[in-house]
């Protein structure tokens, strides 16, 4: 059998409730049969003795108005005197009916009411009858001839039955009174009781929880704040009822689990503080070298450029002062140190400007790529001149971002588009862009000679050539260039390898709150306009200026040869786009 000091909380504190549940309700029960009783004796007083004691003077009074009509018209022999007797008649035959309801539970005043009705009866029969009677037939003088003492006293019995009625009824009344008076004060003997039991059971509560469940939690808490303060080794012993003393139990776990871990976090940190002092040795191995590096991309910017540029002026003035008076093998020798010096100077170039991409800025701004597509226009003009190439846009967005980047991105991607062409096709660029999401997506699609799925993420890797570089120029540094510039814009380049022909390079730029806000106001006002605000095909109204460009790709296969990701920049004029705008921007050279 369970003792109770090994009683739990939860059970001593249910079997605590569930006795003054019981008391409580058993109160509850006893007050509640009392209260009955208490309205019982009250509806007694209220609807029944009250209303008897008033019926009871009013039987009396209709009694007196039959014995005043009957002596009155012994007196004056006239039939309207009788009035009074009827009336009197008929109000005592209505009181008796309802005084008989009210008596149920009184048999003693039904017994009085009954004895009252027999006198009056009788006095009816002695007196009343016979005097009406002989004065309608012998006169007054005999009627009042039969109005003797006795007949005075046979009224005056009549009398007294009423008074003893209406004193049964006061001695009822008076009960009632006092058993409501009784059970009232024994409602509250009932609701004292109660709420002692609520104190006592409130104080014993009190009582309990202070004991086993105050003290027991303060001593845990001052064992705990020791282990905070930092005694890890401190063990932890709980007192109380069997939960506090599973709970020290957990908490001591949990402190030697917490001391265990600590040790092995002393060793981490140890040795992160290693790696830390080996980081930081590599941080400034890092920071010499890449003053190493800049100090070389002056050196290459500056002092490698010099002796360059002397050595290709030199190997062309050989080439144009001796062509044709040396061997033809001189003349090749001489054609290799010019085009090698060449291509050196356009490799150094190029790779200090994939160098200075998001090093040199000059901060963001709202660039509207139309003005920029109007430069990229005027720079690759000398291209499509020779290749005739036909350069269209759409309707472009303003975004935010550096400008001369922007516009290095849009030429590095046109000079492509140009450079790998098919042979006997005249090129054909489209640049447009459309609203997904939060980001423009731009597109820059020719009817070149296109770019197999496998080699889609190869071509933005520095110095990727998918072909020699003899058959197309270029160093291998554009597209990564490229793919540099949109990534320091915050958004994303890819080959969409799902168009006919031709190569449609894709990248996306974040748009503006204001941008996105059209969108969403137009996509809720229009549900069936489409998803963007300029596309590249898909039904957006970008697509609609696209198509008034004339831009479109012809009919002809998807060549097997493939472009590589180099892009050479061609400096031109910097004027802008001939033919104005109609709706599109149309940039044709030939």
Not at 249 to 271: G, H, P, Q, S, T
Not at 477 to 503: F, N, P, Q, S
Request: aromatic content about 4%; charged content about 25%; glycine content about 8%.
């Amino acid at each position: 059998m369970t003792r109770v000091g090994d009683w739990t909380l939860r059970r001593r504190v249910v079997t605590l409730l569930t006795v003054v549940a019981v008391l409580l309700i058993g109160l509850a029960g006893g007050e509640v049969a009392l209260a009955a009783k208490n309205r019982t004796h009250i509806d007694a007083i209220l609807n029944k003795t009250g209303p008897l004691r008033v019926q009871a003077q009013e039987l009396l009074n209709a009694l007196l108005d039959q014995e005043t009509a009957v002596r009155g018209y012994a007196v004056s022999g006239n039939p309207a005197d009788l009035t009074p007797y009827e009336a009197g008649r008929k109000r005592e035959q209505d009181l008796v009916a309802s005084m008989q309801r009210l008596v149920d539970d009184y048999p003693e005043l039904r017994q009085e009411i009954r004895l009252v009705e027999e006198r009056a009866e009788a006095w009816r029969q002695a007196v009343a009858v016979p005097v009406v009677t002989t004065t309608q037939q012998n006169g007054t003088t005999a009627g009042q001839a039969l109005i003797t003492d006795q007949a005075r006293e046979q009224f005056d019995e009549v009398r007294g039955a009423v008074d003893h009625l209406q004193q049964e009824i006061f001695e009822a009344r008076q009960r009632s009174a006092e058993d409501v008076l009784r059970t009232s004060n024994l409602l509250v003997v009932l609701l004292i009781a109660a709420l002692a039991v609520v104190i006592i059971a409130g104080s014993m509560l009190l009582v309990s929880l202070d004991k086993m469940v105050i003290r027991p939690l303060t001593g845990l808490a001052d064992q705990v704040r020791e282990v905070a303060e930092g005694d890890y080794q401190h063990g932890i012993a709980g007192a109380g009822p069997p939960e506090f003393l599973r709970l020290a139990e957990d908490v001591d776990a949990m402190r030697r689990k917490i001391a265990k871990d600590l040790a092995e976090v002393r060793e981490a940190r140890e040795r992160i503080e290693w790696v830390n002092s080996q980081l930081q040795k590599q941080a400034e191995e890092l920071t010499r070298s890449n003053r190493d590096l800049e100090q070389f991309a002056y050196v290459a910017s500056h002092d490698l450029q010099e002796p360059l540029r002397k050595v290709a002026s030199f190997c062309q003035l050989l080439q144009r002062r001796y062509a044709g008076q040396l061997d033809e093998r001189a003349d090749q020798y001489i054609a290799f140190a010019v085009d090698g010096a060449q291509r050196m100077q356009r490799l150094i170039n190029d790779l200090l400007a994939f160098s200075r991409i998001g090093r040199l800025t000059t901060g963001f701004t709202e660039v509207d790529m139309n003005k920029v597509m109007g430069d990229v226009a005027g720079q690759t003009e000398a291209a499509r001149q020779y290749a005739d190439a036909e350069l269209t846009w759409g309707e472009l967005p303003v975004i935010r971002g550096e400008e001369p980047l922007l516009t290095n991105l849009l030429a590095n991607l046109v000079s492509n588009s140009v450079k790998f062409r098919r042979p006997d096709v005249p090129p054909k660029v489209h640049v447009s862009a459309r609203l997904v999401g939060d980001e423009w997506e731009i597109s820059c699609q020719d009817n070149g000679i296109g770019i197999e799925p496998e080699f889609a993420d190869k071509i933005f890797v520095i110095f990727q050539r998918l072909h020699a570089k003899d058959a197309y120029p270029g160093t291998g540094i554009g597209l990564a260039i490229v793919k540099k510039i949109v990534e320091y814009h915050g958004g994303r380049v890819w080959v969409d390898t799902g168009v006919e022909e031709g190569t449609a390079i894709r990248f996306t730029l974040p748009a503006l709150p204001e941008d996105i806000e059209a969108a969403t106001a137009s996509a809720s006002d229009e549900p069936a306009a489409g998803d963007g605000v300029a596309g590249d095909g898909d039904g957006t109204p970008g697509d609609a200026v696209e198509s008034a460009a004339g831009a479109g790709t012809g009919g002809v296969p998807a060549q097997a040869d493939r472009r590589d990701d180099e892009t050479e920049t061609t400096d031109g004029p910097g004027r802008a786009p001939e033919g104005g705008r109609t709706g599109d921007m149309r940039e044709t050279v030939g």
